[in-house]
């Protein structure tokens, strides 16, 4: 197939996209910036926001995974409404057979945050147009460079003593970055996954609290935490920003999304790819060498 890959430069995509044309397939990198694009496959302008770039972009192509989001601009569910939109009408306008698209774990019963009623709401507005959507929902992703594990990271790097929100207690499933990637790459290669809706996850249901614990022990620092049950989202987005590099509009979205449990409530994804996900213990470890690496090759 030739696919497309709406965010090959992105976190996830640019994981992705050697992986799909790993499998045989014809990689279509869909970025604002081709010029500068290194990555696996052929770099074509795209711009989701543009609704003019899209056409040409996405002509030729079978398939499509969506990887984009807004989260760094403070009207990201305007704006990330208004580009699933123009996407899933462009993919139909040129003939596209399926879209792939990766969202966010919550259980729809309970109260979502702004972020994950955002990704509840693109996940709709990419099939309006008509092409099936195949959507995989992830709580944390744990690899190098993604915005919910950097925080993770960083505040245990830069916080051996650490005072916390009451939201450290909430539950989630991470999972790891290669895991989400073959994920996303097995369901594109599995017809029956078309239109359907699957959770993903790795094998340990994990509070905030225990990945810290473990992400300090995986580095051996001392952490010592202390619980502050007033601290809440707001200004802990802003004590975020004192103590990591994270976008403040982007982490204050995901500060708020850690006040809902983020669990696997359907595993029937594990029927039609079965494979053993990492523990997060060994997730950390794939994320800390890669980071390591990167810092080494751009030495």
């Not at 802990?236 to 994270?246: K, M």
């Amino acid at each position: 197939m030739r696919i497309v890959i709406a965010g090959a430069s992105g976190f996830i995509g640019s994981q992705l996209s050697p992986e799909v044309e790993r499998r045989g397939h014809d990689v279509v990198a869909m970025t604002r910036r081709p010029d500068d694009y290194t990555g696996a496959g052929e770099p074509v302008y795209g711009d989701v926001h543009d609704p003019q770039t899209l056409p040409d972009a996405l002509k030729d192509c079978d398939a499509a995974f969506y990887l984009v989001h807004s989260l760094s601009s403070p009207n990201f569910e305007r704006l990330d409404a208004d580009a699933a939109l123009s996407f899933g009408q462009a993919a139909a306008d040129v003939g596209i057979k399926r879209i792939v698209y990766l969202g966010g774990l919550g259980d729809d019963s309970s109260t979502l945050s702004k972020h994950l009623r955002s990704r509840r709401e693109v996940e709709g507005l990419l099939g309006a147009g008509g092409v099936p959507v195949t959507t995989l929902r992830a709580g944390i992703i744990v690899g190098s460079g993604g915005l919910s594990w950097e925080i993770t990271r960083q505040l245990v790097a830069h916080l051996p003593v650490m005072v916390t929100p009451r939201w450290v207690r909430t539950k989630t499933q991470p999972i790891a970055l290669e895991d989400t990637v073959h994920y996303l790459a097995s369901v594109m290669d599995e017809p029956d996954t078309a239109g359907r809706t699957f959770d993903i996850g790795g094998p340990e249901v994990l509070s905030y609290l225990d990945m810290m614990k473990q992400v300090a022990d995986a580095q051996n620092r001392p952490l010592v935490v202390l619980p502050v049950p007033v601290l809440t989202p707001g200004l802990s987005s802003r004590w975020l920003s004192l103590v990591t590099d994270v976008d403040t509009q982007a982490g204050r979205a995901l500060i708020d999304s850690m006040t809902t449990e983020v669990v696997v409530t359907d595993d029937s994804i594990r029927e039609m790819i079965p494979f053993e996900p990492m523990t997060f213990r060994d997730a950390v470890r794939a994320a800390l060498l890669a980071r390591e690496q990167a810092q080494s090759e751009r030495r």
